[in-house]
């Protein structure tokens, strides 16, 4: 199940069939989310406009462009982080395994379950490095050995050998590469399909953002990931796909984003069919 | 002592060992090729003179790949240093392996041309299935130093080339006394480009021996100056 309903019924007759479309089934050449002219706006001023595009499941899918264009704030609209946001409001449609994300029924902590975020700054809790990965899960109520689902989760992010003799060790004592990979760790602890990673390196120094970036490869075999990052030659090296987003200036002069190209990342770095997207690959507009 | 970190960037890596690998397999395609060819003029063949022109649409193929494969390479991984040397000196090793193969073919095209039953003169095939073996080895040769990164190897490929290159210009000048027979000098002028082409087919692998160094030492240098006369000998 994609994540629980509410009681409630939908309004206008019976509840729909809540079965997620083909979880079952082969996942490769599937989109996991659907856009459909998604815009959004804070207190009434539009700062993305009618983005769509599809995210395929299994596969990294890369937002890139220069500062305003949107592309954190579309990364917030596929877990509904952006619900948290006063005056924040989304119009179009975002479909999750074929289900709108944003019915009434859905329920955003259940959706912020199956769909995780690591974000640009490691942020672990003052606790325990097992007390931080445990946390989703005991929250959760979720039913498994949670010394296996820990050691589990950590495996994944590739942290095990590096902290399995120190799990009760305070997450706070460790490198700021460790830290986002712990932070990993506990977003694929509670069993998402999704993870998004809002410039997770843009903190960490080479090598550390090099191991993230191999950890994503590896982690692309169980989930979908979709990052945000200002570092276009980290887009070319990890995505599978890339979004890349312009910033627009409306008749009021308000910025706001909207996509420009969406492809393969070989063909948006190598052949880009539009020349604004070619220019800012190459630089030669911000 | 540095603190030994784990290796890094594991895509990058595995997608440049795997081109570099394709390019490797490209060379056994040619050395198929180059026996092939050299036997189709030996046994005026035409059957496997067809077959040594069709073989080429797999060097062909696998060529379009590579060079596709190391263009995202550059676009997508931004290589540096020795991982830089190795995709530009795979670049051009790729240029010259799938330029081995076209030149296989056009030895194979001559083939036909020559006729069921042309005026053989057994001194100018003698030298040319000299040549086969030679070409064969310098084309292995030009493989293991790049596989194995042995700059030595590589420039010791000068010296393999110069016997090709002796014995073309034999080829050539047994030809100039092949007589009037118009047959025959046609027959003959046939074996000087053929001798030429596996000459051509050396200076190849010599090039890609320059690459070889070039990824070793990262200083890119012609083994040779083509333009200095080592000898006074006529030049074909």
Redesign the interface.
């Known amino acids: 199940m994609a994540w629980k309903v509410k009681e409630e019924p939908a309004p206008g007759g019976a509840a729909p069939d809540v079965t997620p479309q083909g979880e079952h089934a082969p996942t490769g050449a599937q989109n996991i989310f659907e856009l459909q002219a998604v815009s959004v706006r804070y207190s009434g001023n539009l700062a993305v406009k009618e983005v769509g595009f599809g995210v395929p499941t299994n596969r990294i899918t890369a937002l890139i462009g220069a500062s305003g264009c949107g592309k954190s704030t579309l990364l917030r609209c596929l877990n509904r982080m952006n619900d948290l946001i006063p005056g924040a409001r989304v119009e179009g449609t975002i479909t999750y395994k074929g289900q709108d994300l944003y019915s009434p029924r859905v329920d955003p902590v259940q959706v912020r379950k199956r769909i995780g975020m690591v974000f640009q700054k490691p942020n672990p809790f003052p606790k325990s490095i097992f007390d931080n990965v445990a946390f989703g899960p005991r929250v959760l109520g979720m039913k498994e050995d949670i010394n296996l689902l820990v050691e589990n989760a950590l495996r994944r992010a590739s942290l095990w050998d590096e902290v399995k003799d120190r799990l009760k060790d305070s997450a706070l004592g460790m490198s700021g590469g460790q830290q986002q990979r712990l932070c990993i760790a506990r977003a694929i602890a509670t069993e998402p399909d999704v993870i998004l990673m809002d410039e997770p390196c843009s903190a960490l120094d080479p090598i550390s953002t090099a191991r993230i970036e191999d950890l994503m490869n590896e982690l692309k075999d169980r989930y979908t990931i979709v990052i945000v990052t200002h570092n276009m030659q980290q887009a070319a090296r990890v995505s599978d796909k890339t979004a890349y987003f312009s910033v627009e200036v409306g008749d009021n002069d308000r910025r706001y984003g909207r996509l420009i190209e969406y492809d393969d990342t070989e063909r948006i770095f190598t052949n880009p069919s539009d020349q604004r997207t070619e220019d800012y690959v190459t630089g030669k507009v911000g | 002592m540095a603190v030994s970190?784990?290796r890094?960037?594991?895509?990058?890596h595995d997608e440049l060992e795997s081109l570099e690998g394709e390019v490797l397999s490209m060379f056994d395609l040619v050395v198929g090729m180059v026996d092939r060819a050299v036997e189709c003029v030996l046994n005026q063949d035409v059957e496997l003179a067809r077959m040594v022109i069709e073989s080429d649409d797999r060097v062909d193929g696998r060529y379009l790949d590579v060079n596709q494969g190391l263009?995202?390479l550059i676009?997508?991984?931004?290589p540096v240093a020795t991982d830089l040397r190795l995709v530009f000196a795979l670049l051009y090793t790729n240029v010259h392996v799938e330029r081995i193969g076209d030149l296989c073919v056009n030895i194979a095209k001559l083939v036909p041309l020559a006729g069921e039953t042309p005026p053989i003169v057994p001194e100018l095939l003698e030298l040319i299935e000299k040549m086969g073996p030679q070409t064969r080895s310098q084309i292995e040769q030009a493989k293991l130093a790049l596989q194995n990164r042995d700059a030595d190897l590589a420039e010791h490929l000068v010296i393999q080339d110069d016997v090709l290159d002796d014995l073309n210009k034999e080829i050539f000048r047994k030809a100039l006394t092949i007589g009037t027979d118009e047959d025959r000098r046609e027959w003959a002028m046939h074996m000087t480009l053929i001798g030429r082409y596996l000459e051509r087919i050396g200076d190849h692998t010599v090039d890609i021996g320059e690459q070889t160094a070039f990824v070793v030492t990262g200083e890119f240098r012609e083994f040779t100056d083509a333009s200095a006369r080592k000898n006074t000998a006529p030049r074909p």
């Open positions: 970190e784990p890094t960037r594991l895509v990058f263009l995202n676009a997508l991984q931004a």
